[in-house]
């Protein structure tokens, strides 16, 4: 077991993001005053120790530091605890309450999407963390399914937010590179990618996002690679799925809107879901699908969102103004949506552009000492002079895309031979071995999802109408004062899966039996079909030329002798030559 500080250890990774790797670990004192949930000996925690380029970081560890107050103080049911921050030596680990179940992401991967009831009710538990949040001045901006964890609840699925303050201790707001979003690409909202000023609508952006997958299994914008995905945001219009009813898909639109200040407040969008929740279901009393259509008038926006600090000063460049034959990176294999955060530039130096101080090797050392540079965030940086960006060198977008493409690495459920800490895992009793995902089973068959609240799921109809959202029968109705989910057996928690093994070589193919040979008569090797016929022909007429000239036939048939007179007299002939011969002799 490996010591965090003297109160933890490290017992098993449980997954790897793009800022650090997540432990399973025990706590082996008691906490001092400075963490948020003192904790008792023996205790279960989860520690996120962040990746040692952030680590090395001046300005990450003191915005760790300055931050605490800020992560430690952030309590909600549908948040996860942040208990204690610990600095030590060159290791920053965040440690939080253990949530035992899987992250919205790997759930979705294996049970397929929710119906519109379970999706929305599901979304706007979500949106009471990100209100409470918000009110707090804290913006996530990393809103996304592997954000999201699903606790078990004895028996019910219930959704809490992780990963809040991450995105602001990943970022640099003290370098002011604008050029660069806080983010992953399927989720991130017009205005970050744009560098724009960002508010806590780019979370309301990130639920809508997340409320389309969860009900059509995938994020609206796609593309084979980052930069195509990121233009999408910035201007295509999501289109509306047939599965998804009309009070829902209006929610979903608002959420996505590119002008932030149209999409609704956190608070607004819980409640809107709410009861678009109540109206869509197979229970819905005709007054509840009634105010489910009239959601739109629900969706007002925050009069004051909370602001993201440090970001949207300076121009930022937009893909429309980036030269197409120079900033694409190319993402061999396409781009995954569900890639993981991008929290960095690469380190590259280039041009930054107008008012932008870019110096990367200060934000991601290599681990040649910068970070003794940057060790005082406060001081001046050296300006950039002023003028259009260089030619020589990256284009900032180019250098956002980078980052793009080498974070560009799903969560990974760690193999601990490779696992930076090098600790074997030691899982627990009871533990079933690694499973490769499941097949989709189909809405009816979600074990979270069949039910929630009171209402019934039920596969999706074709053409939606909002209140044939039917489950048949079998279960009860339940009280909509639960509004939780519940799950028809107990699930044990699963050990995350493995990536699935290289797929076996292709079979070498068999060599081609040889090509069977004509059975058509007529056929004449090397010949086609009508050329043997023509053939077959030209030699019935030759045959027939020959016998009509060089026998009696013609004779024959001169003579009007029947065919029968005609070979008795030739026999006879035969026989007289042959007597005449036979006496001379
Ligand atoms: N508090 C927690 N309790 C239990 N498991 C957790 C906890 N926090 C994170 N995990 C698990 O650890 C894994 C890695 O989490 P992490 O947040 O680093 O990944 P991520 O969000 O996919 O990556 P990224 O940093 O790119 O957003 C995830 O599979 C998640 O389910």
Redesign the pocket.
């Known amino acids: 077991m490996r010591p965090v500080g003297s109160k933890y250890l490290l017992e098993e990774p ?9 432990w ?1 670990a025990r706590q082996n004192q008691t906490a001092g005053a400075e963490a948020a949930v003192a904790g008792q000996p023996g205790e279960m ?2 520690i ?1 120790v962040l990746k040692e380029e952030l680590a090395h970081d001046a300005d990450v560890v003191m915005r760790f530091l300055r931050e605490r107050s800020v992560l430690l103080r952030l309590t909600h049911p549908n948040i ?1 605890r942040t208990r204690d921050l610990v600095v030590e030596g060159d290791l920053l680990a965040l440690v ?8 919205l ?2 759930y979705l991967r294996e049970n397929g999407p929710f119906t519109p009831v379970a999706a929305s009710l599901l979304t706007a538990q979500i949106a009471d963390a990100l209100a409470a949040s918000h009110a707090d001045g804290i913006v996530h901006r ?1 809103l ?1 399914p ?2 999201v ?1 699903l606790k078990d609840d004895d028996g019910r699925m219930h959704p ?1 937010l ?2 809040f303050g ?1 995105a602001r201790l990943a970022d640099s707001p003290g370098l002011t590179r604008t050029h660069e979003f806080v983010g ?1 690409p399927a989720y991130v909202a017009p205005e970050s990618a744009e560098g724009r000023p960002q508010t806590s609508a780019v979370d309301i952006y990130g639920a809508g996002i997340l409320l389309y997958e969860l009900v059509t299994g995938r994020p609206p914008f796609a593309g084979a690679t980052a930069l195509e995905v990121l233009h999408q945001h910035l201007s295509a219009e999501p289109r509306r799925p047939t599965t998804v009813p009309e009070p829902l898909w209006t929610v979903i639109e608002r959420c996505l809107r590119k002008r932030p200040e149209e999409r609704p407040s956190a608070e607004n969008l819980a409640r809107a879901l709410r009861v678009v929740a109540a109206g869509v279901g197979v229970h819905s009393s005709p007054a509840e699908a009634e105010a489910a259509l009239g959601v739109g008038a629900l969706l007002a926006p925050d009069p004051q969102p909370a602001t993201v600090p440090g970001t949207g000063q300076g121009a930022a460049p937009v893909p429309g103004d980036a030269d197409p034959t120079q900033v694409l990176p190319s993402n061999a294999g396409g781009y995954d949506p ?4 991008s ?1 960095l530039p690469s380190t590259g130096a280039g041009p930054a552009g107008p008012g932008l101080h870019a110096d990367p090797t200060q934000v991601l050392p290599t681990g040649s000492g910068p970070a003794g540079n940057s060790a005082d965030p406060t001081r001046a940086m050296p300006p950039v002079p002023p003028g259009p960006p260089q030619s020589d060198g990256p284009h900032p977008w180019q250098n956002q895309m980078a980052a793009a493409r080498d ?1 560009n ?3 990974q ?1 760690l193999d601990p031979g490779e696992d930076p800490l090098r600790r074997r895992p030691t899982r627990r009793p009871g533990q079933q071995p690694p499973q490769q995902p499941q097949q989709h089973q189909g809405y009816g068959q979600q074990p979270y999802g069949g039910q929630y609240g009171q209402q019934q799921y039920a596969p999706q109809p074709p053409a939606p109408q909002p209140q044939q959202y039917a489950q048949p029968q079998q279960q009860p109705r339940r009280q909509r004062s639960q509004p939780r989910y519940q799950q028809p057996q107990a699930p044990q928690p699963q050990p ?1 899966t493995p990536p699935p093994a290289p797929e076996p070589a292709a079979p070498r193919r068999e060599p081609r039996p040889p090509r069977q040979r004509s059975a058509n008569p007529m056929h004449i090797p090397g010949l086609g079909c009508l050329k043997g016929c023509l053939f077959m022909i030209l030699i019935l007429v030759i045959g027939s030329w020959l016998v009509w000239e060089f026998t009696p036939l013609k004779d024959w048939v001169a003579n009007g002798k029947s065919f029968w007179d005609a070979a008795w007299d030739w026999i006879t002939s035969v026989k007289n030559w042959i007597s005449d011969v036979a006496s001379k002799k």
């Not at 569900?338 to 955060?341: E, I, M, S, V």
Request: glycine share 8%; aromatic share 4%; proline share 2%.
């Open positions: 449980l997954g790897r993001g793009a800022t650090g790797t997540v399973r925690v989860a996120k996860v939080m309450d253990l949530v035992d179940g899987p992250d992401h790997r990393d996304k592997a954000n964890l809490m992780t990963d991450i992953t569900n890639a993981a955060t929290v974070r690495e799903q969560t459920y995350y």
